[in-house]
Nanobody
């Protein structure tokens, strides 16, 4: 089994920053790619960013490109997303996800493991 645990969410003013963390535990060797998704009330879960554990290639949604940065610390089995210049429309529950294939993917259905989510609220 693989467990994912997000942390770092909270309330921030527009223009501010937050860093979310996702700690991976359990059968970590079976996880080759990681992603961040978010879901606002009444909306579908949407892709935010993704990274490969090996090589570190990344992918971003257009809505966050240039503001968010995804990174990983292999030694700590942890993935981060640094979120800068936050906007009220970034308000959502943020989820990290892992997949057994080492290619970045944007579809939630492509991921095998999910965390419980962490709330990010950006006030105007």
């Amino acid at each position: 089994q693989v467990q994912l645990a997000e942390s770092g969410g909270g309330l921030v003013q527009a223009g501010g920053s937050l860093r979310l963390s996702c700690a991976v535990s359990g059968r970590t060797f079976s996880v080759y790619g990681m992603g961040w998704f978010r879901q606002a009330p009444g909306k579908e879960r949407e892709f935010v960013a993704a990274i490969r554990w090996s090589g570190g290639s990344t992918d971003y949604a257009d809505s966050v490109k240039g503001r968010f940065t995804i990174s990983r610390d292999n030694a700590k089995n942890t993935v981060y997303v640094q979120m800068n210049s936050l906007k009220p429309e970034d308000t959502a529950v943020y989820y990290c996800a892992g997949r057994r294939i080492g290619v970045t993917a944007r579809s939630p259905a492509s991921y095998d493991y999910w965390g419980q989510g962490t709330q990010v609220t950006v006030s105007s």
